[in-house]
């Protein structure tokens, strides 16, 4: 597994690196007998084993649950100023 890459989920996840990179090891098992048909040095594998790794750390869950809390945010602030307008034209 890339190195930077590893570094960057345990930084997220908060486990060791030596942690991930050994569930990047079971990832990979997981993707080559799930898809028996893809090369292993391909952009295809990589990207299956990666997204598995996402998944197995619950990073996928993580970053849609922040997406969510952003655009309830984002839209709570954009009713508030519109109420704001509103009133300024009372």
């Known amino acids: 597994m890339p190195s930077d890459l590893v570094k960057s989920y345990a930084k997220k996840t908060g486990k060791k690196v030596s942690e991930i990179d050994s569930l990047w090891n079971k990832a990979e098992d997981i993707v080559k007998d799930e898809?028996?048909?893809?090369?292993?040095?391909?952009?295809r594998f990589y990207?299956?084993?990666n997204g598995t790794l996402k998944k197995m750390l619950k990073l996928e869950m993580a970053y849609s649950r922040l997406e969510r809390f952003n655009a309830m945010y984002e839209n709570t602030i954009l009713k508030f100023e519109g109420m704001k307008n509103n009133e300024d034209e009372i």
């Open 35 to 43: 898809y028996d048909n893809i090369e292993v040095d391909s952009d």
């Open 47 to 49: 990207s299956l084993v």
